[in-house]
């Protein structure tokens, strides 16, 4: 086999949460194999002592990694977010210290979208209680309290990947659906865009909740919003466990001003399977709680798993940052016959022209340059002719405002 540049059994993944099996196998077709793989969240002490030598981190919605987690990443290449959401990494300090961070933007849309559909019907019918009866030996034989889904009027909150599948589904089964975002959407189907969040709570008689977790969104839906709510509708949230406030929910449950609802995701989630949920929602047989499975199928992880590890192996081997939620984006090409430089600096003036001076002074030719950049960094590829290689790479480490450099071969 041809050498590299890597040496890829030094190569440290730090696998956490659980991830799929596909991860794995993924890296390990790569070349990947020194991969500590743990089922479950790290706490931010056990976090900062295994960090220092991965370079790459593979974590899900639960583990933390905060600045005080990144300042003790000496080596850190990449974070890969094994999910959806990103809002459990600051983004910026990673940035900052020259870590892409990727996550799987797709691969559970349609599962969360399919469990809100089956709450959808089993809270319009009353399930969750007639349920808990059924299991107590009670006989509760009605029609009191049940409907149709069709012709109900679903909200959704929040109209990006998952929003707009789930549109599609519920009017597939006869709903009819109205969203608020705070862009304007092209609105699939027959769905109707409102104007506001107060419009949309007070019209329908399901409101379902899909929005990240940002500032804007912690407690969106608090005791006012659920006041806007109509007697005897529903809310569901498999968003983000901050963008409801727990107790107006348990609230209004309490007074029957809404009929049900269904919650995956909460401000305080159990670290691991071991430990106890707490939550005043458990009294409400009402209530359908899940324990933040929203995209925890078999498929949705296998793929995940491809997928992120796909980006992780990526960026190591070719350089990509095709799809990095926090990074500069350069899609790369093969390099063939050349030899590849890395080159993440701080984004202030004099940077690139230092480069080609240095490159210049010192006959070095480039092949092919690539350039992005955002407010805080720059990113800079460069193919060169393999003989230039070593005084290209001791030459970009000496630029001032250098953040982190290597080279592929
Ligand atoms: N329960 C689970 O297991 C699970 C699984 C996957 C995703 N999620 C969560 O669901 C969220 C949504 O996922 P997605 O893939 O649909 O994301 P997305 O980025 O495709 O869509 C989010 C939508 O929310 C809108 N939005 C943002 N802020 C808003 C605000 N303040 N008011 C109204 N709309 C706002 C955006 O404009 C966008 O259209 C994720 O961020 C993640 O936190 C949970
Ligand atoms: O952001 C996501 O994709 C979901 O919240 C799922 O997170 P999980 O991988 O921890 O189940």
Redesign the pocket.
């Known amino acids: 086999m041809k050498p590299t540049s890597l040496d890829k059994s030094k190569i440290r993944f730090l696998l956490l949460?659980g991830v799929h099996q596909s991860a794995i196998d993924s890296l390990n077709a790569a070349g990947y194999t020194n991969i500590e793989y743990l089922k479950t969240s790290l706490s931010e002490d056990e976090l900062i002592e295994k960090i220092k030598d991965a370079h790459f981190v593979g974590i899900?919605?639960?583990t933390q990694l905060n600045e005080k987690v990144f300042a003790s990443a000496r080596k850190l290449l990449a974070v890969g977010c094994?999910?959806?959401?990103t809002n459990q990494v600051d983004l910026n300090a990673a940035l900052v210290k020259g870590v892409p961070v990727f996550n799987a933007p797709y691969s559970?849309t349609r599962s969360v979208a399919e469990l809100v559909i089956g709450q959808i019907i089993l809270l319009l019918r009353g399930i969750p209680q007639k349920n808990a009866a059924a299991h107590r030996g009670e006989w509760q034989k009605h029609a009191k309290g049940s409907f149709e889904t069709r012709g109900k009027k679903l909200g959704i909150v929040g109209y990006g990947n998952i929003g707009s599948q789930l549109s599609v589904l519920a009017e597939s089964m006869g709903m009819k659906v109205y969203l608020y975002d705070i862009i304007t959407k092209l609105p699939l189907g027959n769905a109707i865009q409102v104007g506001s969040l107060k419009e949309l709570m007070e019209t329908c008689d399901i409101i379902s909740l899909h929005v990240p977790e940002t500032a804007q969104t912690a407690n969106m839906i608090g005791a006012t919003e659920i006041s806007w709510m109509k007697q005897g509708s529903i809310l569901i949230n498999a968003s983000r466990g901050t963008v409801v406030d727990i107790d107006a929910l348990a609230d209004s449950l309490e007074r029957n001003q809404i009929a049900g609802a269904a919650i995956d995701v909460f401000p305080v989630e159990p670290r691991s399977n071991d430990d106890e949920f707490i939550s005043p929602l458990r009294k409400y047989d009402n209530c359908i709680l899940t324990p933040?499975i929203?995209?925890?199928t078999m498929e949705a992880q296998e793929n995940i798993g491809l997928e992120v590890a796909e980006k992780l192996t990526r960026y190591c081997d070719n350089g990509s940052t095709q799809a990095s939620v926090n990074f500069p984006e350069v899609a790369l090409p093969s390099h063939p016959n050349m030899h590849r430089l890395l080159h993440i600096h701080e984004n202030v003036p004099g940077v690139l022209s230092q480069i080609n001076s240095l490159f210049s002074d010192n006959g070095i030719n480039i092949r092919s340059q690539y350039l992005q950049t955002n407010d805080k960094i720059g990113y800079v590829v460069m193919d060169i002719d393999e003989e230039h290689s070593d005084i290209a790479l001791d030459k970009l480490n000496s630029v001032d405002g250098t953040i982190k450099c290597r080279v592929l071969w």
């Open positions: 949460e899900r919605s639960r094994f999910c959806i959401g559970n933040h929203g995209g925890s």
